[in-house]
């Protein structure tokens, strides 16, 4: 049963460490997206890649968060320093890219930065 | 002090009954509807999709609308159950070009509850 899988799935942190969350897509998915979900905001898109090119990180704060995928099987995202406003889920999804395919979302990494 | 966050939709129905749970989109360019259920701690799951170019797709007990012309989709869920009790974000993929090409945006969500 192929599935998004992320790690860790819950993390509590202090401010001002580095946190790094990770995510395997499902095999073959060429598109990843990382969305942080929040009671204030809702689930917002933070980053987008296709073929492991960044192709949107425009909902990201960039001086603070970062997102790579080394490779096909992995993508991070990196927040550096952590901040108490940072406490979310964050959920990674993959799907194929194709119109018409949905994707497939990670059970979340949820996060809570003290 | 006073808590302030989203205020989501809800709708609270009776077990057995229907649920139409309604979604309004503003991007023209998307051509690619879905619906997907969250619980409690989980991640959002696929319920049922749909393509702009139909206007209605049914599954296993969930009905999907499509009315293009006022940007407005809906679910529609059969004999509801408690086990449907959940959070349902409706989602829209653009396929515009550029950096939005394929890129999935989120509506606010509804909360259903269904009660025995």
């Known amino acids: 049963d192929a599935r998004v899988t992320q790690t860790p799935r819950h993390k509590v942190t202090e401010m001002g460490q580095e946190v790094t969350m990770r995510c395997q897509p499902i095999l073959g998915h060429n598109t990843v997206f990382w969305y942080r979900q929040t009671m204030m905001q809702g689930l917002e898109l933070l980053a987008y890649?296709?073929?492991?090119?960044?192709?949107?990180d425009s909902g990201m704060p960039k001086d603070r968060f970062s997102a790579e995928m080394p490779d096909a099987t992995l993508a991070t995202l990196k927040i550096q320093p952590s901040e108490p406003r940072d406490s979310a889920v964050y959920f990674c999804a993959s799907g194929p890219m194709s119109s018409g395919n949905t994707i497939y979302f990670g059970e979340g990494s949820w996060l809570t930065v003290v | 002090g006073e808590s302030v966050g989203l205020h989501l939709p809800t709708l609270s129905v009776q077990e057995g009954d229907n649920s139409i749970i309604n979604c309004a989109y503003s991007?023209?360019?998307?051509?690619?509807f879905i619906w997907y259920k969250q619980e409690s701690g989980k991640g959002p799951q696929f319920i049922i999709d749909i393509r702009s170019n139909m206007d209605k797709r049914q599954g296993q007990r969930v009905t999907v609308l499509l009315n293009k012309t006022v940007k407005h989709l809906s679910l529609q869920i059969a004999a509801t159950q408690p086990g449907d009790s959940a959070v349902y974000f409706c989602a829209e993929k653009d396929w515009s070009g550029g950096t939005s090409y394929g890129k999935l945006t989120f509506g606010q969500g509804t909360i259903l509850t269904v009660h025995p």
């Open positions: 890649f296709r073929n492991r090119a960044p192709l949107d």
């Open positions: 991007n023209s360019a998307s051509d690619y």
